[in-house]
């Protein structure tokens, strides 16, 4: 497969950037904007906040301006949700995430590290 897409692999990363950090902030719209039939956590609480880095973040990481700093911080506020409220918490708690519902956190988490990794342009940090 590597033979027909390869030569699409720099459009395919950015497409899947663009696609990841705008699903990203969609979370932080629905939080602090009441988007999606969201509502508006208090003030300075760790929702409020985890809403604004999912909301610039993802704006950041869509538009590829840092968007490395911007996924790793996503990646790292990602494991600690998965951590925080599937590991530990919650009525289902376990490490597994089939089982706890924390596949989308982990997908986000490493989604994220890997952009982290590659920066914003198709070619990768130094490509």
Known sequence: MERYLGKYSPYLYVAMRVMIGLMFACHGAQKHLGAFGGSTPPAFNQFWIGGVIELVGGLLIAVGVF???????????????YVQFHWFGGQNA??????????????????????????????????
Do not use: D
């Open 67 to 81: 968007a490395g700093y911007a996924a790793f911080l996503c990646s790292g506020m990602m494991a600690v949700a």
């Open 94 to 127: 376990g490490f597994w995430p089939i089982l706890n519902g924390g596949e989308k956190a982990l997908m986000y988490a490493f989604s994220f590290l890997y952009i982290a990794s590659r920066g914003s342009r198709p070619g990768g940090m130094y490509g």
